[in-house]
Nanobody, 126 residues
């Protein structure tokens, strides 16, 4: 059973930066071999994919974060990062790392089934 662990969330002022990390608990799970994505959710809103990287290394960003967020992968350490700059209050959400959930669009993060998801990390911009 693969688990993904997010870290790096916290409280930051508008205009500030945070870097989220996503690490699989199993070293046998290679992020390079999986579609990886970052999602976020605020209370009352649907689960939103904000960035993703496919197995062919195509990186995608939601329009709302384009130019401010950067997804990267440390291939040696097997970690997926989300660098978030120029944060805005509307970026406040619980952020989730997921594998095998590319393109997921649903009401809840994480969904009842499908892919591997982390437990989420809170990002508050205020």
């Amino acid at each position: 059973h693969v688990q993904l662990v997010e870290s790096g969330g916290g409280l930051v002022q508008p205009g500030g930066s945070l870097r989220l990390s996503c690490t699989p608990t199993s070293p046998q799970f290679a992020v390079d071999d999986n579609d990886m994505a970052w999602f976020r959710q605020t209370p009352g809103s649907a689960c939103e994919m904000v960035s993703s990287i496919s197995t062919i290394r195509h990186i995608w960003y939601a329009d709302s974060v384009k130019g401010r967020f950067t997804l990267s992968v440390d291939h040696t350490q097997n970690i997926v990062y989300l660098q978030m700059n120029n944060l805005k209050p509307e970026d406040t959400a619980v952020y989730y790392c997921a594998a095998g959930a590319l393109g997921y669009s649903g009401a809840e993060c994480p969904p009842a089934f499908g892919g591997y998801w982390g437990q989420g990390t809170q990002v508050t911009v205020s």
